[in-house]
Nanobody, 122 residues
Framework: QVQLVESGGGLVQAGGSLRLSCAAS????????IGWYRQAPGKQRELVAGVTRGGSTNYADSVKGRFTISRDNAKNTVHLQMNSLKPEDTAVYYC????????????????WGQGTQVTVSS
């Protein structure tokens, strides 16, 4: 069984910073891409930032220059440093990973965390 557990959410004033963390645990042979999505009330879930196993990153235009994603392959963790937060960044943030549970697994599987709330007050 695989679990993705997020932490680090909370309430912050506009202009402040938060650091989200996601730890993957369970039967994991290899994690391919891993990243963060967010969903605000009444809106669709959207990609915030992602990073490949090799370290290539991509960001939503709305967070470029403010957010930084990083991963530790040895610890199966991914972090999202969020600076200069804006009220429009308020959402539930979800960790998402494509991973191979076992070397013998036929394909990569996709997993979601439970989400962590980020609220930015103006």
């Amino acid at each position: 069984q695989v679990q993705l557990v997020e932490s680090g959410g909370g309430l912050v004033q506009a202009g402040g910073s938060l650091r989200l963390s996601c730890a993957a645990s369970g039967t994991i042979f290899r994690i391919n891409a891993i990243g963060w999505y967010r969903q605000a009330p009444g809106k669709q879930r959207e990609l915030v930032a992602g990073v490949t196993r090799g370290g290539s990153t991509n960001y939503a235009d709305s967070v470029k220059g403010r957010f930084t994603i990083s991963r530790d392959n040895a610890k199966n963790t991914v972090h999202l440093q969020m600076n200069s937060l804006k009220p429009e960044d308020t959402a539930v943030y979800y960790c998402n990973a494509d991973l191979l549970p076992r070397l013998s697994s036929p394909s990569y599987l996709n997993y979601w965390g439970q989400g962590t709330q980020v609220t930015v007050s103006s």
